[in-house]
């Protein structure tokens, strides 16, 4: 056959239907064929329109992608027919039309290769059932392959190797099938299916390498996916917005920077065998009124991020059945009034933080499910937290359940096992109602309750734990029919200060805190104590702070004299060491605490008597989980010395909301109660933002007995500071220059950012600056000259 000659024929007829023709262009031979026809394309470059209005079939002469489709503008191949087109090269050019278009019918197309910078590869249209299969389409320009208005047809083993906009859209009612089809580097979503009565399916599927969310399902489209895998995207991995429905089933979900599963606005998921892993954010994120999240027999692991694997909120419901979730921050989180989550038959284990968090109202139903190996097994953090947790198993935490201002969960037939420090913890107006419920084996307590909290026990169970079966604070909890193997009967509840010894010697990793394998690296060893009149002496040392003076020294003679009527046999007091620093900045805070640890420590009451200084950037993260993490790291750098946390109001802002400061105070508060002999906390601020900050807890003014003020420094005071500074560093004042100082000081501005000591530090370093720029002029200054300050040195008033 000649170059650029087609060839008619109809196998199908026992004769000509009409005379076998050779055409020089496929639209001619298009114009004379009829159904069942096949057109035979010699090889070569048609550029040309093609639209097939009947049932022919078009190939290649000479085998597969010899044949190439490349008109210059329009619509390269327009198919309205049940045609079959096999094995072209297609070719568009046209940014706003598509290079392959199936109006109608039930076209099969096959080995076709559309390489392309069109608005779309493939569009299937206007009802149209094609059969598409081993396609392959590369369109950078726009979309890989659409369908919509009803359309529907089979896809076998296409495959899209790029696109600028999403890979496969299913739009206006369409309802393709899948079949083992492959997208990836796609600049849009992966999958796109919108509207209603809109549905794809798909079995056997892969999409990866997206540059945005993997499978996107919104605005009552719905989808079915078997035995797929999505991965390698960079935005989500699967996303459901508005009313969306869509059903997994054996798909593997991983390696996904943001959420491998985020759905919200009223959208439904199921999952059945699925796995999600190596996910950057949640694993699976379920937010807003009517949206469900139904899990089955599927498995989420392995985070790299802080986020919770399983996240549900603002009234959203989650389901979990027979599921597995592990090596991950924090399991489950559960926020928001009217959210909410059920679990049956499911293991959280190697979780990092928190197992099942359940906050600001929202509720949680456990039943037959697993928890091990993680920082706090179960917390209800808020008033109106709650739910039931029967027949679950809580093993090797540091803390088994924790109960937090006013939730009131209900456990039954539970059983928490080798917890580091307590198995239930209940504080700061917590509830909760505890039934036929055991705790073997902790290292702590067995049922901790303390700020007096009204929970309710009844047929309880403690056994082999270190500090106690049960520690209760007046008025305590209702109990009934509770034992212990220590003892036959539950003790009243009386405040109990638990000495040093008594504690659990197996270090702690608090409420969140890491596993045990990723405890902090401890602190360098701290040089030897000195003893307490040596520093003592520093105290008295210090300019002005006499009422600081005078305080400090009282806690002091309590703790010594608390010390020798102990020798003697006598009840000695026991003060709270932690407290409370108020006054303006520079006015000697961070002095004073590193100065009373180290007096502690002379006197054997702290092991080293360091100082770790934090502030509000090093306690709170950027999310649920990891602001305990930090508090929990900062609170283990301070064991056995003085944790002092400045600016400590910036942790309770008065527009707090849903601030992580709060967490960070809860987090402490339970370690001060945990660990009260190992951490002396001293927490400094303003004055009445201090007061704030003490009303944010109902457990914090109680772990401080003691606030000390530290008032501003006078003039006479900061000249003072200045003299000292000026002799530390071999200067001099002149005689001027003391009497130019106190009228400085005196006028200079004291409003609520003025720097106290720090100021007077300034104010020396301004004065040894004009020195040497007025000096640089002398060529041979004196002895004096190089030593001598004069009132022209002071700096400017601001």
């Known amino acids: 056959m000649a170059h650029g000659v087609v060839q008619v024929t109809n196998p199908s007829s026992s004769r000509w239907r009409r005379r076998t023709g050779e055409y020089e262009t496929l639209a001619a031979a298009l114009e004379v064929a009829g159904d069942g026809d096949v057109l035979a394309v010699a090889p070569g470059t048609y550029r040309e329109n093609l639209v097939l209005e009947h049932a022919v079939t078009l190939r290649c002469a000479d085998g597969p992608g010899t044949v190439r489709i490349a008109p210059t503008a329009g619509v390269a191949l327009t198919v309205r027919a049940a045609a079959g087109v096999f094995d072209l090269l297609v070719e568009g050019q046209d940014i706003s039309a598509a290079a392959l278009v199936v109006e109608v019918g039930t076209p099969e197309l096959s080995g076709l290769r559309i390489s392309t910078r069109s608005a779309v590869g493939i569009e299937v249209r206007d009802g149209a059932r094609p059969t598409v299969r081993r396609c392959t389409v590369d369109n950078p320009a726009g979309l890989g392959i659409s369908v919509l208005d009803a359309a529907g047809g089979v896809f076998e083993e296409c495959e899209v190797v790029a696109a600028g906009q999403s890979g496969i859209s299913v739009r206006g009612g369409a309802t393709p099938r899948l079949e083992r089809c492959r997208v990836h580097h796609t600049t849009g979503a992966g999958l796109s299916v919108a509207g209603e009565n809109s549905s794809l399916e798909a079995i056997g599927c892969e999409v990866f390498e997206i540059q945005g969310t993997g499978v996107q399902v919104s605005q009552r489209g719905s989808g079915h996916f078997t035995d797929c895998q999505v991965h390698r995207t960079t935005g989500d991995g ?66 790299t991020g802080d986020y919770p694997a399983v996240w549900v909120s603002d009234g959203a419901v989650a389901i979990l059945d027979a599921c597995r979730v592990h090596d991950v921050p924090d399991a489950l989180f559960v926020l928001d009034r009217g959210s909410r989550a059920d679990v049956v038959d499911t293991d959280f284990s190697q979780i990092r933080n928190t197992a099942v968090s359940v906050s600001d109202g929202a509720n949680v139903q456990l039943d037959d499910c697993r928890i091990r190996e993680a920082a706090t097994g179960a917390w209800f953090r808020d008033h109106g937290s709650g739910g039931t947790l029967a027949q679950v198993t809580i093993d090797d935490t540091a803390t088994g359940v924790i109960v937090t201002k006013g939730a009131d969960p209900a456990l039954e037939r539970c059983t928490v096992t080798n917890s580091a420090e307590s198995g239930i913890y209940v504080s700061a107006e917590g509830r909760g109602t505890f039934t036929s419920c055991r705790v073997t084996g902790s290292r702590g307590y067995g049922f901790h309750i303390i700020d007096g909290c009204r929970s309710t026990l009844t047929r309880c169970r403690t056994e082999r734990c270190a500090r106690g079966g049960y520690e209760f604070a007046a008025p305590g909890p209702v109990t009934e029919e509770c034992t212990s193997d220590q003892t036959a009967a539950v003790p009243e509840p009386v405040p109990v200060a638990v000495p040093a010894h008594q504690q659990a010697a197996t270090p702690s990793f608090g409420l969140l805190g890491g596993v045990p394998e990723q405890r902090p690296e401890q602190p360098p060893a701290a040089a030897p104590s000195r003893e307490s009149d040596a520093v003592l002496g520093d105290l008295d040392a210090l300019v002005g702070l006499e009422s600081v003076k005078r305080e400090v020294r009282t806690l002091i003679d309590m703790i010594e004299v608390g010390r020798r009527r102990q020798k003697a046999g006598l009840k000695a007091p026991s003060p709270r060491r932690h407290l409370v620093f108020t006054g303006s900045p520079g006015t000697g805070k961070t002095t004073v605490a590193r100065l009373y640890g180290e007096i502690l420590a002379s006197l054997d009451v702290l092991e080293r008597g360091h100082l770790i200084e934090v502030a509000r950037v090093d306690l709170v993260g950027e999310h649920i989980g990891s602001t305990a993490i930090r508090t929990q790291e900062a609170f283990e750098r301070a064991r056995g010395g003085v944790l002092f946390i400045d600016e400590a109001y910036a942790l309770a802002p008065e527009d707090a909301g849903r601030d992580f400061g709060r967490e960070a105070i809860d987090t402490l508060v339970k370690l001060m109660e945990d660990h009260r002999d190992a951490v002396v906390v001293i927490v400094a601020g303003y004055t009445a933002e201090m007061e704030r900050f003490l009303a944010s807890n109902p457990g914090v003014a109680s772990r401080f007995s003691r606030t000390i003020t530290f008032g501003d420094y006078s003039a006479d005071e900061l000249l003072h500071i200045v003299r000292s500074q000026a002799t530390e560093h071999e200067y001099q004042l002149s005689e001027d220059t003391g009497e130019a100082l106190l009228k400085y000081f005196t006028a200079l501005p004291k409003g609520p950012a003025f720097g106290n000591g720090r100021a007077a530090r300034q104010t020396f370093e301004a004065m040894v600056e004009r020195h040497a720029v007025r000096l640089a002029q002398v060529a041979e200054p004196t002895h004096e000259e190089l030593q001598l300050l004069y009132p022209d040195d002071l700096p400017e008033l601001p």
Not at 254 to 261: K, L, Q
Not at 278 to 292: A, Q
């Open 238 to 303: 699967v996303s459901l917005d508005t009313d969306a429905v869509l059903a997994l089933a054996d798909c593997d979900i991983h390696d996904i920077p943001e959420n491998a599963v985020d759905l919200r606005a009223r959208s439904v998921l199921t999952l059945t065998r699925c796995t999600i892993r190596r996910f950057g954010r949640n694993g699976l994120s379920v937010w807003d009124p009517g949206t469900r999240a139904d899990a089955n027999q599927s498995e989420i692991h392995d985070s």
